[in-house]
């Protein structure tokens, strides 16, 4: 009897024993971008329409890459030069349209409260919430806005329309008789809490990577349609895309808002999770090329510019691949010493060794038959931007094993 209460003992402690020290420990879980924007200073062209925003409510809806159940959201008065005052901020899951299903409404809280104040220059990040986020799915961020300045942050490029109504309607199921706007303001990101090899991608550019050429509310931008491939690959369904282009950007100066070099820290090295980043800018510092002379002065200053960026990522201990830049045959741009430059920065890129790997979107995107030139179902119709099936190509000419460790 006392063998059998031994036998029984041991073997416990050996259960015991073993389940302690096989279980697989916990990955521990971090913040990762599933979806970003680029601030700016909004254009006076592009503010929004009557009734505008202060004592009214926006709805704004937003594609993301990744899922997750836990979830924060940033907005940013950057640009302001007056408080914002936000009351109430909701976000729910998008049905299209300005519709929302009203069973998955979650409250975004800020410091413990419903409401805000952001000062100027300044974002505020709000507390962690839950909230069942699909992969690829579009949701609807809805703000009562008390009141903001004459100086506006946003994005105008959204290519997705927003939702304005007068007074307080966060919690409506659907807008009706709204003004309608395809701009975004004061939304920044939101990020979510995903398991240790969660990661994303960083895609630094100007209109072309923002969607010029793609189809409003399609959520169809080179940048999202690399998000669609890599989620599809068992390999890289946990990557995410962060979309950090602006149209009319350039890289060596403002143009349309901040330089590239500029605002690189915000948009990408600050950007939680980025394991990689594609830069695909330069074209509209090259645009303003007249000159033999300039064409060599504005390549040498991009070069430079990329091995900066290219440094800054590395030190941060990201991956950087170079976009080669487009063809813009029969564009505005279009002028010899403009394609002097063009060419000499897709040499650098293509053969300097200093990125991590390399892109070759000219050659995808290049009409063979016209050297320099976008292949014609490829172009938007200016010669410069891609059309919707060249957004589509161009994801398709990343190598997803770029992304692959």
């Known amino acids: 009897m006392l063998n059998r209460i031994f036998f029984l003992t041991l073997s416990f402690v050996l259960i015991l024993f073993l389940l302690i020290n096989c279980t697989p420990p916990k990955t521990s879980d971090k913040w990762v971008g599933t979806w970003s924007t680029s601030q700016q200073l909004t254009e006076p062209r592009n503010m929004p329409p009557e009734p505008g925003l202060s004592g009214n409510t926006i709805r704004q809806v937003v594609r993301v890459s990744i899922g997750g159940d836990d979830l924060r959201l940033r907005v940013s008065n950057e640009f302001g030069t007056e408080p914002v005052s936000i009351n109430y901020v909701q976000i729910a899951s998008s049905l299209g349209g300005s519709t929302i299903d009203v069973a998955t409404n979650a409250s975004v809280i800020f410091n413990g409260s419903s409401s805000l104040t952001i000062q100027p220059g300044e974002a505020a990040l709000s507390d962690p919430f839950d909230f069942t986020l699909e992969a690829l799915s579009n949701v609807a961020i809805t703000m009562y806005i008390e009141s903001v300045g004459d100086e506006l942050t946003g994005h105008p490029g959204s290519r997705t329309t927003s939702y304005i109504l007068e007074g307080d309607h966060v919690s409506d199921a659907e807008f009706e008789n709204s003004v309608n706007t395809d701009h975004w303001y004061l939304i920044d990101a939101i990020d979510v809490k995903a398991p240790e090899h969660f990661a994303a991608v960083a895609t630094l550019g100007n209109s072309i990577t923002d969607g010029r050429g793609s189809g409003t509310n399609k959520q169809n931008r080179w940048p999202d349609e690399l998000s669609k491939r890599l989620r599809a690959n068992p390999e890289t369904e946990h990557i995410a895309v962060l979309n950090q282009g602006i149209g009319g950007n350039c890289v060596l100066r403002a143009c349309l808002g901040p330089a590239a070099i500029e605002r690189f820290e915000r948009d990408?090295?600050?950007?939680?999770?980025?394991?990689?980043?594609?830069?695909?800018?330069?074209?509209?510092?090259?645009?303003?090329?007249?000159?033999?002379?300039?064409?060599?002065?504005?390549?040498?200053?991009?070069?430079?510019?990329?091995?900066?960026?290219?440094?800054?990522?590395?030190e941060a201990g990201i991956k950087v691949y170079g976009a080669t830049l487009l063809p813009f045959g029969g564009s505005f741009y279009d002028r010899p010493a403009s394609e002097q430059a063009r060419s000499a920065v897709n040499e650098w890129i293509r053969t300097s060794g200093k990125f991590d790997g390399v892109i070759d979107l000219e050659k995808a995107l290049e009409d063979p038959d016209n050297p320099g030139k976008l292949l014609l179902v490829a172009d938007d119709g200016d010669g410069l931007h891609p059309s919707e099936v060249g957004h589509r190509m161009m994801a398709e000419a990343v190598d997803l094993s770029l992304f692959i460790d």
């Open 268 to 314: 990408v090295l600050n950007q939680p999770g980025i394991k990689w980043l594609i830069i695909m800018e330069g074209i509209n510092d090259i645009g303003g090329v007249r000159t033999e002379e300039q064409a060599e002065e504005i390549a040498t200053a991009l070069t430079a510019a990329y091995e900066d960026m290219i440094a800054q990522a590395h």
